[in-house]
């Protein structure tokens, strides 16, 4: 079936099977930032922008997504780039598998919240999975750049 | 899972149709439903109905089968009439892009064991809205066989005086393997049980006699099963913590950490 949406800003029509998710829908549009970790609904690596929200792209259905507006790492490039350099400071990735996730999901979570704790930095975070860190580094990472993102808005 | 078809109805009654047929399956969140092992003719997504909505009714609020369990979570209204209940109950769930697409009537209708939110509207003395069904009280419907109908809302009565929720999880985002949720109604004090691991269930519904002796008397009448995640005896031990602890903050309209 044929879905039309807007992928980071450009409108897109793409013809798939009435079972495919978003996430393959993203994956044949050549987003390869978009991963699928766990088959369960549970890991974050698929994170997209829906709409605006953070969503697992891996549970939604593609047809559902028409009239869409998504966004995945690939559209926001720039707005990355401070959170990637935090996180290579702090050693905060070794396989990088899941980044792209974590990273969609920290930028959703810089836009929905102002200035949040470390325990609602942590709530908002729960839902992307990493199997090397160990999570601290990636702590470290993201409460720099909530701050300097903060300095950086005055 | 496998789908021949995708239909967006755009009245409960075209979706109603669609769903008479057994190959067929209504689509909500599609969280658990895609793990499923089954091959769908057509999958009846119930986005196009408008059933995404929180509103507040006859003193209480009509929560939209649609409406996500992150909206459930942040919202205003909900917060202030049931003392921040939702959040405590459906912010450890898996994440908040899991919440963001999950919703309200896909829990409740699929009568999930796991679900928190259905153990917390039970608790509140919710009533479920389907198309051919009318209305009806959660609690019926939870002891309900599966019919072939469209869910399309819940109501939640006001009033709560206090709400408490507590859930037990080996690990944070993890199904719970007990949920408790208590609240101070017009009626009396009503705590469900959820997680048992089978479907949440009314420990009591009118209770103005609230003591150590009826406690101990309504979980010893309470059935509780053993899955991957605890035994039987264990959740009836944890049992009688977590409603001590649900009980004492929807009394005292505090919320005390698990």
């Given at each position: 079936m044929?879905?039309?949406?807007t992928?980071n800003?450009?409108?897109v029509c793409?013809?798939?099977?009435?079972?495919?998710?978003?996430y393959?829908?993203?994956r044949?549009?050549?987003?390869?930032s978009?991963k699928?970790?766990c088959e369960?609904t549970?890991c974050?690596l698929c994170?997209?922008?829906?709409?605006g929200r953070p969503?697992l792209?891996?549970?939604?259905?593609?047809?559902?997504?028409?009239?869409?507006?998504?966004?995945?790492l690939e559209?926001?490039?720039?707005?990355a780039?401070?959170?990637a350099?935090c996180?290579a400071d702090?050693?905060?990735e070794?396989c990088?598998?899941c980044?792209p996730?974590?990273?969609?999901?920290v930028l959703a979570?810089?836009?929905?919240?102002?200035?949040?704790?470390p325990?609602?930095?942590?709530r908002y975070?729960?839902g992307?999975?990493?199997?090397?860190?160990g999570?601290m580094?990636q702590?470290?990472?993201?409460?720099k750049?909530?701050?300097?993102?903060e300095e950086?808005?005055r | 899972?496998?789908?021949r078809?995708y239909?967006?109805p755009?009245?409960a009654?075209?979706?109603w149709?669609l769903?008479q047929?057994r190959?067929?399956?209504?689509?909500?969140?599609?969280?658990?439903?895609?793990?499923?092992?089954?091959?769908?003719?057509?999958?009846?997504?119930l986005s196009g109905?408008?059933l995404d909505?929180?509103?507040?009714?006859?003193?209480?609020?009509e929560l939209?089968a649609?409406?996500?369990?992150?909206e459930?979570?942040t919202?205003?209204?909900?917060?202030a009439?049931y003392?921040?209940?939702?959040a405590?109950?459906?912010?450890?769930?898996v994440?908040?892009?899991?919440?963001?697409?999950?919703t309200?009537?896909?829990?409740v209708?699929?009568?999930?064991?796991?679900?928190?939110?259905a153990?917390?509207l039970?608790?509140l003395d919710?009533?479920v809205r389907?198309y051919?069904?009318g209305e009806?009280?959660?609690?019926a419907f939870?002891?309900a066989?599966?019919?072939?109908?469209i869910l399309l809302?819940?109501?939640?009565?006001?009033?709560a005086q206090?709400?408490?929720?507590?859930?037990?999880r080996r690990?944070?985002?993890d199904?719970?393997?007990?949920?408790?949720a208590?609240?101070?109604t017009?009626g009396?004090?009503r705590?469900?049980v959820?997680?048992?691991p089978?479907?949440?269930?009314?420990?009591?519904?009118q209770?103005?006699?609230?003591s150590?002796a009826?406690?101990a008397e309504?979980?010893?009448?309470?059935?509780?099963?053993?899955n991957m995640?605890?035994t039987a005896?264990?959740?009836?031990a944890?049992?009688d913590v977590?409603v001590r602890r649900?009980?004492?903050?929807?009394m005292?309209?505090?919320?005390?950490?698990?």
């Open positions: 044929r879905i039309e949406l992928l800003g450009q409108r793409a013809d798939m099977p009435a079972d495919a998710t978003l393959e829908l993203l044949a549009q050549g987003m390869k978009v699928c970790g369960t549970n974050g994170t997209v922008h829906l709409n969503v792209s891996c549970s939604q259905l593609a047809a559902r997504c028409a009239g869409a507006e998504v966004v995945t559209g926001l490039q720039d707005e780039q401070l959170l350099q996180l702090e050693g905060a070794q990088g598998f980044s996730g974590l990273v969609m999901n979570m810089a836009h929905e919240l102002r200035s949040p704790t325990e609602q930095v942590d975070l729960a992307n999975l990493c199997r090397c860190t999570y580094s702590r470290r990472a993201i409460a750049y909530l701050k300097m993102r950086g808005a | 899972m496998t789908i078809e239909a967006r755009e009245t009654e075209e979706a149709q769903c047929k190959q067929n399956v209504v689509m909500a969140g599609n969280m658990w439903l895609r793990m499923q092992r089954r091959a769908v003719g057509t999958a009846i997504d109905l408008g909505f929180v509103r507040e009714r006859d003193g209480g609020f939209g649609m409406a996500t369990l992150r459930l979570e919202h205003p209204g909900l917060e009439a003392a921040g209940a939702f405590r109950a459906l912010s450890p769930i994440g908040v892009q899991f919440r963001n697409t999950a309200v009537g896909g829990s209708f699929a009568r999930f064991g796991f679900s928190d939110v153990t917390l039970l608790a919710a009533r389907l051919k069904g009806m009280p959660l609690e939870q002891r066989p599966f019919a072939r109908d809302s819940v109501f939640v009565p006001g009033g206090g709400v408490g929720y507590h859930a037990m690990s944070a985002t199904f719970p393997v007990l949920a408790v208590a609240a101070q017009p009396g004090l705590v469900a959820g997680a048992r089978a479907r949440a269930q009314l420990l009591c519904a209770e103005r006699e609230w150590d009826r406690r309504q979980l010893q009448g309470m059935a509780f099963g053993s995640r605890a005896d264990y959740r009836r944890i049992a977590l649900a009980v004492r903050d929807a005292e309209g505090k919320q005390d950490a698990d």
